[in-house]
């Protein structure tokens, strides 16, 4: 469903924008992205709503045939991209799962400050975007992902949650669309 409205009380949630994921090759140029995230970050600042900055810094440890990087990351694998101009008032959730709600305050944070709507943003699509947005259905959020402020490692998997999972969780939009909404 296209994007028809957003809620006074909306907060916009940026997932794994960080160096060490930007860094990877996508289907859609890093860049990109980071750019949108951040035009919609300051277009949420400005309007005095939540703005939530989500990074990776570490791994569930339950077993997978997926391999996992080995070796230790760089130092600045978890800092956020620059680009997003972190600011004071943003809230930061670091997590160890693909979603930013399981095992991090993010809900309390979020119902703190009466949020009912959630904007995402982010790479991967297919993991972290689609995981928090899955979780934000589940705990009764209004969910609308911003299909031109994410991107993924593989094009199908991309495609699949933009046009099969995200239609089903909520609403989808053009970083336009949404700042539009804003008013």
């Known amino acids: 469903m296209s994007v028809t409205t957003l809620d006074p009380t909306s907060a916009l949630v940026v997932i794994d924008l960080q160096k060490g994921i930007a860094g990877l090759p996508s289907v859609h140029p890093s860049d990109e992205i980071i750019a949108r995230s951040a035009r919609l970050a300051a277009a949420f600042r400005a309007r005095e709503l939540p703005v939530v900055l989500v990074n990776v810094t570490g791994g569930a440890p339950g077993r997978t045939s997926a391999s996992r990087p080995g070796g230790t990351p760089p130092a600045d694998w978890a800092e956020l991209v620059p680009e997003l101009d972190r600011q ?3 809230i930061l959730v670091s997590k160890q799962q693909w979603g930013a709600f ?3 305050p993010l809900d309390l944070e979020l119902r703190r400050r009466g949020v009912t709507q959630v904007v995402l943003t982010g790479i991967a699509t297919s993991i972290g975007v689609e995981s928090t947005a899955r979780a934000a259905h589940e705990h009764g959020y209004h969910v609308t992902v911003a299909t031109d ?3 993924d ?3 199908a998997a991309h495609r699949n949650s933009v046009e ?3 239609p089903r969780l909520g609403e989808t939009g053009t970083t336009d669309e949404i700042i539009a909404l804003l008013g």
């Open 153 to 155: 490692l593989d094009e």
């Open 164 to 166: 099969k999972i995200f």
């Open 88 to 90: 004071p008032g943003d």
């Open 102 to 104: 399981h095992g991090t």
């Open 149 to 151: 402020a994410v991107t």
